[in-house]
């Protein structure tokens, strides 16, 4: 059985831009997570998507938006990079969201210069 | 105050040694507990899981939840160099996001 699976696993951007990271979870699985990594913060919740519908929020601004797509496939989006964004960011996927484990993908390295 | 505590280490021990790693917690909400193993540039993989007061045994690991008291541990019999690594605690209420603690550095000296 495939595990979460991440792309891209790495992306350079400048500040002001913006990116889309995709994360597809185990098959059958319909809760996606999202959290961000820093050495500083550790990990943190960003969103958590079931069927499609945003059911959680982390306390992190506006720029940061997700979606879930029909197959649980789901992408993050950053807008206006800021070079505090830098960070790994992690997908976890979940049968239930909450009532099973949470399985990780290997994340996106996002550095903004 | 954080809503977990996990001594980040690091935490060095010989080859063959029981390890014992820790998290308190103050959020009595929290039902599912989940200890992680992160090796370096590596998402986090699950190691044991449960939902309940008691112990839950893996193999070499054994997981620990004491709700009473807002404490979980996780153990690591004969300890190996492959063990080295950062584990991490989490705990997930009815919200469905994972509360993490800051993780401990693992060494196994060979």
């Known amino acids: 059985k495939a595990g979460v699976t991440q792309t891209p696993r790495y992306l350079i951007k400048t500040r002001g831009q913006q990116v889309t990271l995709s994360c597809s979870p185990i098959?059958?699985?319909?809760?996606v997570s999202w959290y961000q990594q820093t050495p500083g913060q550790g990990l943190q919740f960003l969103f958590e998507y079931f069927s499609e519908t945003q059911r959680n929020k982390g306390n992190f601004p506006g720029r940061f938006s997700g979606r879930q797509f029909s197959n649980s496939r789901s992408e993050m989006n950053v807008s206006t990079l800021e070079l505090g964004d830098s960070a790994l960011y992690l997908c976890?996927?979940?049968?239930?969201?909450?009532?099973?484990?949470?399985?990780f993908g290997q994340g996106t390295r996002l550095t903004v210069v | 105050q954080k809503e977990v505590e996990q001594d980040p280490g690091p935490l060095s021990v010989p080859e063959g040694a029981i390890v014992s790693l820790n998290c308190t917690y103050s959020?009595?909400?929290?039902?599912?507990f989940m200890w992680y193993r992160q090796y370096s540039r590596k998402g986090p993989e699950l190691l044991m899981y449960?939902?309940?007061?008691g112990n839950k045994e893996d193999g070499r690991f054994t997981a620990q939840v004491d709700k009473s008291s807002k404490y979980i541990s996780l153990f690591i019999r004969d300890s190996q160099p492959s063990d080295s690594a950062t584990y991490l605690c989490?705990?997930?209420?009815?919200?469905?996001?994972?509360?993490f603690g800051s993780g401990t550095r693992l060494l196994v000296r060979p």
């Open positions: 959020n009595s909400a929290f039902q599912y």
């Open positions: 976890a996927s979940s049968g239930e969201g909450g009532k099973t484990e949470a399985f």
């Open positions: 989490a705990m997930m209420d009815s919200s469905y996001k994972l509360i």
């Open positions: 098959s059958g699985h319909r809760s």
């Open positions: 449960t939902y309940s007061s």
